[in-house]
């Protein structure tokens, strides 16, 4: 079973750029379509990015033009790669299977990141 741990998050000021990483342990996690969600104080989990098994991408409305997603398959690894960061994209932000999020199962602990002055 695919395990998933995130890192990356942190502290930053409006305008700045931090890089999730997603490392995945356990299978290959390159055969499964996967993505970053994240959900700040009093709102729902939000889809941010999505990634398929062949490379196509994804991006919520928000972010598009922003963040990038992508996978090293050779180090078992997605990430999300935030520029122009603005105070609302404050959340803690998770990685998962795509399938695992349709189960609603599967979430980790996330990285906090924060956005402000």
């Known amino acids: 079973q695919v395990q998933l741990v995130e890192s990356g998050g942190g502290f930053v000021q409006p305008g700045g750029s931090l890089r999730l990483s997603c490392q995945a342990s356990?299978?290959?996690?390159?055969?499964?379509?996967m993505g970053w969600y994240r959900q700040a104080p009093g709102k729902q989990h939000e889809t941010v990015a999505t990634?398929?098994?062949?490379?196509?991408?994804n991006y919520a409305d928000s972010v598009k033009g922003r963040f990038a997603i992508s996978r090293d398959n050779a180090k078992n690894t997605v990430y999300l790669q935030m520029n122009s960061l603005r105070p609302e994209d404050t959340a803690v932000y998770y990685c998962?299977?795509?399938?695992?999020?349709?189960?609603?199962?599967?979430w980790g602990q996330g990285t906090q990141v924060t956005v402000s002055s």
């Open positions: 990634i398929n098994s062949g490379g196509g991408t």
């Open positions: 356990g299978s290959d996690a390159s055969r499964y379509a």
């Open positions: 998962n299977l795509i399938a695992r999020v349709a189960f609603k199962t599967g």
